[in-house]
């Protein structure tokens, strides 16, 4: 018990939030967490019996700074258009303020594969499925309500493919950074290209023709 009252959950994600941001999931160890924070290996287990459990608590971390960024936003909508626009904006908004969170987050796993073999098992994803159902929901929510928007398209797919279009700029805006190689346009035009092209109806639908046809 001695090592719970000396350290705080909220503490030792606070440590692994910033060595994962900073340094990346190689450099996430119990030893340096409990180094940072002056206490032992573990008090720090205690927590979180393995890195694992300290990866993910950090992943729902980020994801619920995600969800709480876009889904205020997308409520805020009064129409399928808006929320589109609201969530884009907010997505890559909250993102480009925490750079780090995003590259480990979605970049990291895609090159360190020591990230995904972490995991014990098929269901260890679970929670951040869920967590990112939520967002998707929100959205969709919104979309469902405006039957005049795109017609015939599922609310969910078009959730889903708008977070993948944010996720996707956001991934040439940091690649960018990265490398000091800033893209000719500025960050706002190619936001503001990307709502435009997500956000407008489908006027082929809106004229009767078949999507088959097109």
Not at 81 to 106: K, N, T
Not at 196 to 205: E, F, G, I, R, S
């Amino acid at each position: 018990m001695a090592g719970r009252s000396r350290i705080s959950r909220e503490a030792i994600l606070e440590q692994a939030h910033r060595i994962l941001a900073e340094q990346g999931y190689g450099a996430l160890t119990f030893q340096a967490v409990a180094e940072a924070l002056g206490v032992s290996k573990q008090a720090i287990i205690y927590w979180f019996p393995s890195k694992w459990d300290l990866a993910l608590a950090y992943a729902l971390r980020v994801l619920d700074g995600e969800a709480k960024a876009t889904i205020d936003a997308t409520n805020q909508a009064g129409s399928a258009a808006s929320a589109i626009e609201g969530f884009v904006r907010a997505l890559v908004g909250h993102y480009l303020q925490h750079l780090g969170d995003f590259r480990m987050l979605y970049l990291a796993p895609q090159f360190d594969r020591s990230i995904a073999s972490a995991a014990p098992n098929a269901d260890a994803l679970a929670p951040i499925h869920q967590k990112t159902s939520t967002i998707y929901a929100a959205l969709e929510a919104k979309i469902a309500l405006d039957p005049e928007f795109r017609p015939g398209e599922s609310p969910r797919r078009l959730a889903v493919a708008v977070h993948m279009a944010g996720i996707g700029l956001l991934t040439m805006l940091a690649m960018a950074e990265a490398v000091n190689d800033p893209f000719r346009h500025s960050t706002e035009e190619l936001l503001d290209a990307l709502v435009a092209l997500l956000a407008q109806p489908d006027t082929a639908m809106a004229e009767g023709r078949s999507p088959a046809r097109r």
